[in-house]
């Protein structure tokens, strides 16, 4: 089984609108995985019906019973956090700052804190209007631990691979070099760089490529909106060239990928001078993860 | 006065706001821009200036001493990250797993856990013609941002006087790392696209900013392309639609080529001045 993860390290370069332009052009040979889990759109073009939802618990929150409470402050003196503050002499749990390392719970004279288990998002795994199955997932605004959400969906995508047969697992990554991401890239057999040629672009691929690189990952990278400036264009080459990441395809700056995802629709289904580059593109990745296109 | 410069999205125009707007503030007010998106922080290659001060930023992690220890596993038992393991006759720790809670050190009977220094990131400061500009950088295989964010702040919050126009260019999402670059603004800016990708987050970050109960207006950036459910979205909900920039593939060829917009691109300014009057209101309109 193979699994193919698609991340950017900049948001906006097209990253969602290309992996539901594959998902779509793969059909029912793949399982989806949307593990944008803090942000996620991809569910926007390929409509999911939402088939099965389970709640996630990850991490704890501090609770403390106010009946019980001696007023101490022995739980805020120990918070690295801040997470105890005193409002009208009751000490109250921020939740928002709160860690769930536990620490108060285990120096409270009078047991007066307990740690509860969080609710921080939902997945879900449907049946996408290309016939497969979508992992998704949806994280409770200002959540902690999406890591964990993320390993959660790519998880859950891994059994209904194994279970219907699947070789390959397409996966939207998340933005950034943090946790959501190095969750997304462990266990990749290849990655999918997406990248446009402004400063920015150029800038924040070279830090996440970084991390591929530590993972051993091989990957290839596409630049889309390639047309924006010749000069970043050039250094982006050469980073590609210098660094033996394949170069997989550019697309030209191209409005039709606004207007598609306005309608609803990916690429492919929109745009035939743009398909065209998308669907060559796709046959590459194949070709890369070793799969027969 | 803090202004955090935040969206759901990736990629609508946060660094390009901040950047442009900072400076354009910064003509006629004491402005500091702080680059918070510490994982792929970007407004520094459009605002470059000369380097004034440069520190590395640590994290606290527990460092075992194996002299006096007892062996007895409370550390283990203590954490609730996982990131200590007691493996036959030693204790290990797993540094990317730790919050730094200092549970493990402070509960240790034996005092064989005590915490280090260990580096995260970097954080620079810069002052680019009027205007200072302070970023930090998460180093690559570090997962946390949120320990950097905050100490960020620390360094603004010390280091400029509270009448300063603070701009603060945050990640994007609606986890964690937002929540700490937006939780002690005065005022919350939303920049988002006319798409449904950009409506979608958009709804996510207003959750958020109500949520953390702040003020805030939207920007609308790369406006004619798509449809018009933002305003349409804005207008029902009440929230002022504070200015738009118009789609063009000039702005977005000059962004590519890594200069600020305001200057060459009239529409530019005019949003940008709208943006600037905004901030201003919010602050009893007083000048800084």
Not at chain 2, 40 to 47: A, D, I, R, T, Y
Request: charged share 20%; with cysteine; proline share 5%.
């Amino acid at each position: 089984m193979k699994e193919i993860v698609v991340i950017s390290g900049k948001g906006g370069t097209g990253k969602t609108s290309l992996t539901a332009a594959f998902a779509v052009l793969a059909g029912s040979d793949i399982v989806v995985a949307d593990c944008d889990v803090d942000a996620a759109d991809m569910h926007l073009l390929v409509e999911p019906d939402f088939a099965h939802q389970e709640a996630f618990f990850s991490g704890q929150l501090a609770v403390i019973d106010q009946s019980m409470c001696s007023a101490c402050g022995e739980c805020a003196a120990v918070c690295r956090f801040d997470a105890i503050p005193i409002i009208n002499g009751q000490y109250i749990v921020d939740e928002i700052s709160c860690e769930g390392c536990g620490y108060c719970a285990r120096v409270c004279p009078v047991e007066a804190i307990t740690n509860i288990e969080q609710n921080v998002g939902n997945w879900f795994r449907s049946e996408i209007r290309t016939g497969t199955t979508m992992v998704h997932a949806g994280l409770k605004i200002g959540a902690d631990n999406s890591g964990k959400l993320v390993a959660k969906v790519k998880n859950e995508a891994k059994a209904v691979a194994e279970k219907e047969g699947k070789e390959i697992i397409l996966v939207d990554g998340s933005p950034g070099v943090g946790c959501p991401v190095v969750s997304s890239l462990s266990g990749a057999s290849y990655t999918v760089l997406v990248t446009e040629p402004t400063v920015s672009g150029l800038h924040d691929l070279k830090r996440v490529h970084q991390l591929v690189k530590m993972f051993g990952i091989d990957c290839g990278c596409i630049i889309n909106k390639s047309d924006l400036n010749a000069d970043v264009l050039a250094e982006l080459r050469a980073f590609l060239a210098k660094e033996g990441i394949a170069h997989l395809a550019e697309i030209p700056y191209n409005e039709q990928f606004t207007a598609a995802v306005t309608n609803g629709k990916t690429i492919v289904e929109w745009d035939e001078e743009a398909a065209g580059l998308v669907r060559d593109c796709w046959r590459e990745i194949q070709t890369h993860v070793g799969l027969p296109t | 006065m803090k202004i955090a410069i935040a969206s759901g999205k990736g990629g609508t125009g946060k660094t390009t706001l901040s950047t442009n707007l900072a400076t354009f503030m910064a003509e006629s007010a004491n402005v500091v821009l702080t680059d918070l998106d510490v994982e792929e922080p970007n407004s520094g290659l459009f605002v470059q200036g000369e380097l004034l001060h440069s520190e590395p930023k640590n994290k606290m992690i527990p460092h075992w001493e194996k002299e006096n220890c007892s062996l007895c596993g409370n550390c283990q038992k203590v954490c609730n990250f996982n990131a200590i393991l007691k493996m036959g006759d030693s204790i290990m720790v797993f540094p990317e797993l730790c919050h730094g809670c200092y549970a493990c050190c402070e509960l240790c009977p034996t005092e064989s856990l005590p915490m280090q220094p260990k580096q995260m990131g970097e954080l620079k400061h810069f002052r680019a013609g009027d205007l200072d500009f302070v970023e930090s950088r998460l180093m690559i295989s570090e997962e946390q941002a949120v320990p950097l964010i905050k100490q960020t702040i620390d360094y603004v919050d010390a280091n400029f006087p509270a009448d300063t126009f603070k701009i603060f260019d945050a990640p994007p999402g609606t986890s964690c790392p937002v929540i700490e670059a937006t939780k002690d603004a005065d005022l919350v800016l939303l920049i988002t696209e006319p798409t449904p990708f950009g409506l979608h987050d958009l709804k996510l970050a207003v959750e958020t900013v109500r949520q953390l109960g702040k003020p805030f207006g939207v920007v609308l950036n790369r406006h004619g392309i798509g449809d018009d459910k933002v305003p349409a979205y804005c207008a029902a909900e009440g929230i002022p639609l504070v200015a738009c920039i118009p789609n063009s593939r000039k702005i977005a060829e000059t962004y590519a080529a890594g200069q600020l917009l305001y200057r060459d691109i009239p529409e530019v300014k005019a949003a940008v001045e709208t943006v600037a009057a905004f901030i201003r209101d919010h602050n009893g309109g007083e000048s800084s």
